[in-house]
Nanobody, 126 residues
Framework: QVQLVESGGGLVQTGGSLRLSCVASGRTFSSHAMGWFRQTPGKQREFVGAISWYGDRTFYADSVEGRFTISRVNAKNTVFLQMNSLKPEDTAVYYC???????????????????WGQGTQVTVSS
């Protein structure tokens, strides 16, 4: 069993920044890629970005490319999502997730992840 706990969400003005954290416990964190997703009411959950198990590769949705950065500290079982130049359309509940396979690079597909956090709300005011 794996537990993922996100934190760091909140209310921020347009153009501001937030850093989300996701702490994992219960399994070998360092051997699994991690993904970030987000969801707004009435919409499907969408991919934000992912980081490989080693932390040397990241990729992002076009909508956040150049503004968001994912990093990880395996020694602390933690993955981060640094969000800069935030826009009102970034408002959502943000989730972290663990890729099911070991030693992977991450995937945009939700069904490639088997453990999810409870989410943290990010609200960007205009």
């Amino acid at each position: 069993q794996v537990q993922l706990v996100e934190s760091g969400g909140g209310l921020v003005q347009t153009g501001g920044s937030l850093r989300l954290s996701c702490v994992a416990s219960g399994r070998t964190f360092s051997s699994h890629a991690m993904g970030w997703f987000r969801q707004t009411p009435g919409k499907q959950r969408e991919f934000v970005g992912a980081i490989s198990w080693y932390g040397d590769r990241t990729f992002y949705a076009d909508s956040v490319e150049g503004r968001f950065t994912i990093s990880r500290v395996n020694a602390k079982n933690t993955v981060f999502l640094q969000m800069n130049s935030l826009k009102p359309e970034d408002t959502a509940v943000y989730y972290c997730a663990t890729e099911a396979v070991e030693y992977g690079l991450g995937t945009r597909r939700q069904n490639g992840y088997n453990y999810w956090g409870q989410g943290t709300q990010v609200t960007v005011s205009s």
